[in-house]
């Protein structure tokens, strides 16, 4: 079985051979047509013909005039011959040369391998489409498929090395005082950390402005204004350089009538209602910064229950729950419930009211970690 290779190849020759056989029977037919005049001219047959339609002097001169013209017919087919040489050399050079390249074209086709050729593809391609084409395989029955695309893909940025402690720190009576610890990898920049009148108003701001780092509700027990000045007295945020020496980021409260140089708040929900703290991180010596966030905060204990949630892609490594405090003055059924899917094989340490996993996963908006009581 002849490869198709071999048999375009063959093809090429043959068409090439085709064009040469072509040439050489034009060439062949004007020398010919060349010679045949040349001969007739040197004959007596003008001549003849002009003196018997004519008369033997008109036959006389034209058979003298006709000698110049033999030598410049002679000039003119050597001259032919010449460049139709040239021309024949040309073409085949040409012809060789296409050939060739051609023979390169194919050889460069052989090491274009499937990885190399899917690697092409995938860098031309957006990610909004790659993320579709993988899920119109894995669900083709499913129509949109945006929702679950935005939370892979999503507009905030993505946090890297993150590790997550939610602690109950002590039970004062009917009060629960809780801390969490965020550790991040991000970019520098600005950190914005706003608070808001209600969980709802929360939740909201947080999907609304993908720019900010934290929002929190405040307790609705106290004033929000004092609330507000509690709550920044309590920010304490780290930041940590390559060559180590953590030193704490201060914050500044943004005026009311300067929030909108930040954010852009949802409808319903007015500037009076947020309080927003900014620190800028914009001027670090790395691209990439080490941030360590506290947040303290109360709340009561027959609220039963403490949670912490992602609000964006990141990469976690490891988080810990804490609410064995919530046990120590009298015995309390614990729970604690991780909704990152199957990490019964992560865990490093489970009891009654604690968790510690080494997670070293991707998590997406929505997953997270709830603790009752």
Not at 41 to 51: C, D, G, H, L, Y
Not at 77 to 101: M, P, T
Not at 308 to 336: H, K
Request: positive net charge; proline residues 5%.
């Amino acid at each position: 079985m002849v490869p198709a290779y071999a048999e375009r190849r063959r093809d090429r020759i043959h068409a090439a051979g085709g064009l040469r056989t072509a040439m050489r029977s034009r060439l062949l037919i004007y020398l010919g047509s060349v010679l045949a005049a040349i001969a007739l001219i040197n004959t007596s047959a003008p001549k003849i013909i002009v003196s018997a339609v004519l008369n033997p002097e008109a036959g006389e001169v034209v058979a003298r005039s006709l000698s110049p013209v033999t030598r410049d017919l002679v000039l003119v087919l050597l001259v032919s011959i010449y460049f139709e040489w040239a021309r024949n050399k040309s073409q085949g050079e040409l012809l060789h040369s296409v050939d060739l390249k051609i023979d390169e074209m194919r050889e460069d086709a052989k090491s274009v391998t499937a990885p190399s050729t899917r690697k092409l593809v995938l860098d031309s391609t957006t990610p909004e489409e790659l993320v579709a084409q993988a899920l119109d395989r894995h669900a083709p029955r499913t129509a949109d498929k945006t929702s679950f695309v935005a939370m892979v893909l999503s507009q905030r940025p993505v946090y890297d090395n993150v590790s997550v402690a939610l602690r109950v720190d002590r039970v004062d009576g009917e009060t629960v005082h809780v801390s969490n610890r965020f550790e991040v990898t991000m970019r520098r920049g600005p950190i914005l950390i706003a608070a808001t009148t209600s969980p709802p108003q929360s939740a909201a701001l947080s999907a609304a402005c993908p720019e900010l780092f934290e929002v929190t509700a405040l307790p609705r027990s106290t004033p929000f204004i004092e609330a507000v000045k509690a709550f920044g007295k309590q920010l304490e945020c780290y930041v940590t350089p390559p060559n180590g020496g953590a030193r704490r980021v201060d914050f500044r409260k943004v005026p009311t009538n300067e929030l909108h140089r930040y954010l852009s708040p949802p409808v319903g929900i007015a500037a009076s209602d947020i309080a927003l703290f900014a620190a800028d991180l914009s001027q670090e010596k790395t691209d990439l910064i080490r941030v360590r966030h506290h947040f303290r905060w109360t709340q009561k204990l027959d609220e039963h229950f403490i949670y912490w949630y992602a609000d964006r892609p990141m990469f976690i490594s490891g988080l810990t729950v804490d609410v064995r405090e919530t046990m120590r003055e009298r015995y309390r059924e614990v729970w604690v419930q991780a909704h990152l899917g199957g990490v019964e094989s992560l865990m490093l340490d489970a009891a009654e009211g604690y968790l510690s996993l080494r997670l070293n996963r991707w998590v997406v908006q929505g997953h997270g970690v709830t603790a009752i009581w």
